[in-house]
């Protein structure tokens, strides 16, 4: 072999060495862009607010994240889009579990399969709650269902969308109470649910609960009967649950998580879920989500929400068989 032989060779070489190591510089050097936290509920709800938190304060790990609202579908919309997505880590999504994660066939508006998203962590659970325009003579949750049998089809709630955990507690209450008439009317997000009952146009919302709920209940605007979770709100004490209030079986909260399109690397995910990790254990961001309503998972790795999730979807899947709840 000649020098310009060996010289070609060794060039050669270098080459493919190269092509080799592009894409582990390119997975180090991940964000080099903007990434895109797509919430799939309508600006201004719980989920968005959270979303907007988030991304203040991992800025300094993950760099700029702006907030895409897909609203609609429960949240299958939103979900669906990221479900598509190229799964390089630049689009993720954050929602609470709802039936399209549960069983993806559980309405005709899911167009995606759960499993093309993967879970990144658990940030924060919310106790739903049950509430009602003053206007309406009732007190507590058994004078609601009383008042709810005493006149059949008169009394409707609001909730954040077909599907939402909101919609799924709504029925799981008619259920449980025997007051089936409550007539369901869905929104695009809790927020213009919230402004619907505070206006008078709809009696009773399922929603999850927020320092704006209870500001509006502390004014007199509108009247939380109940929280949904096993033990009381950390924002409302002296709010008693579902099951204080008689309703044994009434649990149904709000766990709001980080996904991405199934496929993302592992490195991604990992700087993903250590980025949200460092700000769950941050003293003062943890007192910002106190302070709005958001209770912090207590462990927010990717396998510890894996468990978790599974054990909320085993859950929920025997409650819609039970109510054989249409979600089309």
Same mark, same amino acid.
């Given at each position: 072999?000649?020098?310009?032989?060996?010289?070609?060779? =060794?060039? @050669?070489?270098?080459?493919? %060495? /190269?092509?080799?190591?592009? $894409?582990?510089? *390119?997975? +180090?050097?991940?964000?080099?862009?903007?990434?895109?936290?797509?919430?799939?509920?309508?600006?201004?709800?719980?989920?968005?607010?959270?979303?907007?938190?988030?991304?203040?304060?991992?800025?300094?790990?993950?760099?700029?994240?702006?907030?895409?609202?897909?609203?609609?579908?429960?949240?299958?919309?939103?979900?669906?889009?990221?479900?598509?997505?190229?799964?390089?880590?630049?689009?993720?999504?954050?929602?609470?579990?709802?039936?399209?994660?549960?069983?993806?066939?559980?309405?005709?508006?899911?167009?995606?399969?759960?499993?093309?998203?993967?879970?990144?962590?658990?940030?924060?659970?919310?106790?739903?709650?049950?509430?009602?325009?003053?206007?309406?003579?009732?007190?507590?949750?058994?004078?609601?269902?009383?008042?709810?049998?005493?006149?059949? =089809?008169? @009394?409707?709630?609001?909730? %954040? /969308?077909?599907?939402?955990? $909101?919609?799924? *507690?709504? +029925?799981?209450?008619?259920?449980?109470?025997?007051?089936?008439?409550?007539?369901?009317?869905?929104?695009?997000?809790?927020?213009?649910?919230?402004?619907?009952?505070?206006?008078?146009?709809?009696?009773?919302?399922?929603?999850?609960?927020?320092?704006?709920?209870?500001?509006?209940?502390?004014?007199?605007?509108?009247?939380?009967?109940?929280?949904?979770?096993?033990?009381?709100?950390?924002?409302?004490?002296?709010?008693?649950?579902?099951?204080?209030?008689?309703?044994?079986?009434?649990?149904?909260?709000?766990?709001?998580?980080?996904?991405?399109?199934?496929?993302?690397?592992?490195?991604?995910?990992?700087?993903?879920?250590?980025?949200?990790?460092?700000?769950?254990?941050?003293?003062?961001?943890?007192?910002?989500?106190?302070?709005?309503?958001?209770?912090?998972?207590?462990?927010?790795?990717? %396998?510890?929400?894996?468990?978790?999730?599974?054990?909320?979807? +085993?859950?929920?899947?025997?409650?819609?068989?039970?109510?054989?709840?249409?979600?089309?």
């Amino acid at each position: 072999m000649t020098r310009r032989d060996w010289l070609r060779f =060794g060039c @050669l070489c270098l080459a493919l %060495a /190269g092509s080799r190591l592009r $894409p582990l510089a *390119a997975q +180090e050097r991940y964000p080099e862009r903007p990434i895109k936290l797509v919430v799939p509920f309508a600006a201004g709800g719980v989920s968005d607010t959270l979303g907007r938190l988030w991304a203040d304060k991992v800025k300094p790990q993950l760099g700029s994240i702006f907030i895409e609202n897909l609203s609609g579908g429960g949240g299958s919309i939103g979900s669906a889009a990221v479900a598509r997505a190229n799964p390089d880590g630049y689009t993720i999504l954050m929602r609470s579990v709802g039936p399209d994660l549960i069983a993806g066939d559980a309405t005709s508006q899911v167009s995606y399969d759960p499993k093309d998203l993967q879970l990144i962590s658990i940030l924060v659970f919310t106790a739903l709650t049950i509430a009602v325009h003053p206007s309406l003579p009732v007190r507590n949750l058994r004078g609601l269902v009383d008042y709810a049998k005493a006149h059949p =089809g008169a @009394l409707s709630y609001g909730s %954040a /969308g077909i599907g939402s955990m $909101p919609h799924l *507690a709504g +029925e799981l209450f008619k259920s449980l109470t025997g007051a089936t008439d409550i007539v369901h009317v869905p929104y695009k997000g809790g927020s213009q649910a919230i402004t619907d009952l505070i206006r008078g146009h709809i009696k009773m919302i399922v929603t999850s609960i927020s320092s704006q709920m209870v500001d509006l209940h502390r004014s007199g605007k509108v009247r939380i009967l109940a929280v949904t979770t096993p033990a009381r709100s950390l924002l409302a004490p002296d709010i008693p649950t579902a099951t204080e209030a008689g309703i044994p079986g009434m649990i149904a909260q709000n766990v709001v998580m980080l996904l991405a399109p199934a496929g993302t690397p592992n490195e991604i995910v990992t700087q993903i879920a250590d980025a949200t990790h460092a700000a769950m254990v941050d003293k003062e961001f943890r007192r910002k989500i106190l302070v709005a309503g958001y209770q912090p998972y207590p462990d927010s790795s990717p %396998a510890a929400a894996r468990v978790f999730v599974d054990d909320e979807v +085993e859950r929920w899947t025997a409650v819609l068989k039970t109510l054989g709840l249409k979600l089309d």
